[in-house]
């Protein structure tokens, strides 16, 4: 399991799927990690990767490591993810709009070494971007996860269920707490087991 989840644990199902779930920063005692990392999680609202509906943050840094959830109330009024992601309407009425949450977390992502599952949730940040004529966030690296992943686990494709299973990690499809727990898992068996992978990517962590 990832180091954030054994810190934490994992919420209930009933929890997960609060229609009024909110989480803003919350602190990490992890502080034994060897270098600087944002991992990412985006969720949209629908298939228009401009309708991004909540951001997950897990930053790792030796001393400062947090992760925080953001909802946001995207443009789009169609709500088609709602069965995958467990967001809805009501669940981000009276949040934020993204160029409010974006500033909140920029300085994690502005010049900083960046993953995430796949390229769609970064392009899901650009396309939001775009839309709301925002300048894009620049950071120092980018790296996929499922490019990593697939090299790890010897697989032509893998979707994030067959991930979990081999790290033996609880899950929730579409959950984007719980993508943020995988993500940081994926990252963490990384770091100890194939260091190899990641040292391209990234400066100064082993």
């Not at 609060?18 to 034994?32: E, G, I, M, P, Y």
């Not at 709500?79 to 934020?96: A, D, G, M």
């Not at 709301?132 to 490019?147: S, T, V």
Request: proline fraction near 5%; charge should be positive.
């Amino acid at each position: 399991m990832g180091l954030l989840s054994r810190l934490f644990g994992h919420s209930s199902s009933t929890d997960r799927t609060t229609r009024n779930k909110k989480l803003s920063f919350k602190k990490s005692h992890v502080t034994d990690f060897p270098g600087e990392l944002t991992i990412l999680s985006v969720a949209t609202a629908n298939k228009n990767k401009g309708s991004v509906c909540a951001i997950g943050l897990i930053y790792l840094h030796p001393g400062n490591a947090f992760t925080s959830v953001d909802y946001i109330c995207p443009q789009s009024k169609r709500f088609s993810n709602s069965e995958y992601n467990q967001i809805y309407p009501e669940t981000v009425k009276n949040c934020p709009k993204f160029p409010d949450a974006l500033r909140k977390i920029l300085p994690y992502i502005n010049g900083k070494n960046i993953c995430m599952y796949t390229m769609f949730h970064w392009e899901a940040v650009v396309r939001a971007c775009e839309y709301y004529k925002i300048e894009i966030p620049q950071p120092k690296n980018i790296l996929d996860l499922y490019n990593c992943s697939t090299q790890l686990f010897n697989l032509s494709s893998y979707t994030m269920d067959d991930v979990a299973d081999k790290l033996d990690e609880d899950y929730i499809r579409g959950d984007i707490e719980s993508t943020n727990c995988l993500n940081e898992a994926i990252v963490n068996y990384m770091v100890q087991k194939h260091s190899r992978l990641i040292k391209p990517y990234v400066d100064n962590w082993l």
